[in-house]
């Protein structure tokens, strides 16, 4: 069964700070890997989809790599913004069917 | 394009009572997920569909929880009887299916259920 961790759980950042989200996995068999964004009582927001072909995506100020041999996965952001301030998970999938496994996410809270 | 539609978005009940969430899919998406996420943790799916057909209910309590999905569009989640630790949001996906493909999912807003 696949495990998925995220480092750090809480981020405290001032404005303007570029940063890095950690997720980890047990299983590097992977389909894709996906990095989604949660705010308080919303669904959550698809950011970045990495096949397991690929090595990054990027999209604006987010920068997703994939690294399948040691089982990581790292967002950065760039210029961080209070409007970014929100819940990441990553989540990981196993096939073209498959379901996807979340980490439990960290919670970024960007300060002017 | 309208995203995934889900009702009602809050819901407050009694345990032993009965619960029912519904979910319409973007048009087209061939594959509905129900995850259920409770506070603190990520996401875990209870039950995926492939048009009408079950493809994965392998996490889905069945003494208690089912599902159905209405000619391959909408669904249903039902919970019956609730206890205290099904509090959590329900959250419900859906894909466009190709082999191969990327079949992202996209999350509707999710309902929230706190059982008392």
């Known amino acids: 069964k696949q495990e998925v961790t995220q480092i750090p759980a809480a981020l405290s950042v001032p404005e303007g700070e570029n940063l890095v989200l950690n997720c980890s996995f047990t299983?590097?068999?992977?389909?894709?890997l996906q990095w989604f964004r949660q705010d308080p009582g919303k669904g959550l927001t698809s950011l970045l989809l990495?096949?397991?072909?690929?090595r990054e995506q990027t999209s604006g100020r987010l920068n997703a790599s994939l690294d399948k041999s040691s089982g990581r996965s790292t967002l950065y952001i760039a210029a961080s913004q209070p409007g970014d301030s929100a819940t990441y998970l990553c989540?990981?999938?196993?096939?073209?069917?498959?379901?996807?496994?979340f980490g439990r996410g960290t919670q970024l809270t960007v300060w002017p | 394009e309208a995203g995934v539609a889900q009702s009602p978005r809050y819901k407050i009940i009694e345990k032993r009572q009965s619960v029912a969430f519904w979910c319409n899919p973007i048009?087209?998406?061939?594959?509905l997920y129900w995850y259920q996420q409770i506070l603190g943790q990520g996401p875990k799916l209870l039950i995926q569909?492939?048009?009408?057909?079950?493809?994965?209910d392998s996490q889905l309590p069945k003494d208690r929880f089912s599902a159905e999905r209405l000619k391959g569009v909408d669904s249903t989640l039902k919970i019956q009887p609730a206890k205290l630790e099904d509090s959590a949001v329900y959250l419900c996906a859906s894909s466009s299916w190709t082999s191969g493909g990327d079949n992202e999912q996209f999350f509707g807003p999710g309902t929230r259920l706190t059982v008392l």
């Open positions: 569909f492939q048009n009408n057909g079950v493809v994965d």
């Open positions: 048009s087209g998406h061939a594959t």
């Open positions: 990495i096949q397991s072909s690929q």
């Open positions: 989540a990981s999938r196993g096939s073209t069917l498959g379901r996807l496994y």
């Open positions: 299983d590097s068999a992977i389909y894709n």
